[in-house]
């Protein structure tokens, strides 16, 4: 959708959904810091940059939610240096059968 890069989400929701077609009990969500640098917003399917926001100097593509991107509506980053990303936590799921909470964690 926005080209190569590390996909990020601040949606719990969202990130819990992957990898898809993984077992839930293998499943994490990996909770991180970004120097994010410069952002590029892009709110519609086929904007102009939607692929090639790096080589206009962005290091960081955003989608708003709700903007038509993404199928589900929520929102996504795309971060292109992997080195730019920290990981500070790692949150496993909770298991759904001993849970009346409506949050995966």
Not at 43 to 62: F, I, M, P, T
Not at 64 to 92: F, H, K, N, T
Request: proline share 7%; aromatic share 8%.
């Amino acid at each position: 959708m926005l080209g190569r890069g590390v996909y990020l989400s601040w949606d719990l929701k969202k990130a819990s959904q992957y990898p898809l077609g993984l077992p839930e009990s293998e499943k994490v969500v990996l909770k991180v810091a970004v120097s994010v640098g410069r952002v590029k917003k892009i709110d519609r399917q086929g904007h102009h940059l939607q692929k090639r926001w790096r080589e206009r100097g962005y290091d960081q593509a955003w989608c708003a939610p709700e903007c038509g991107m993404v199928p589900s509506g929520l929102e996504e980053d795309c971060v292109w240096d992997p080195d730019r990303i920290e990981i500070i936590g790692i949150m496993y799921p909770k298991d759904s059968s001993t849970s009346n909470d409506s949050s995966p964690f």
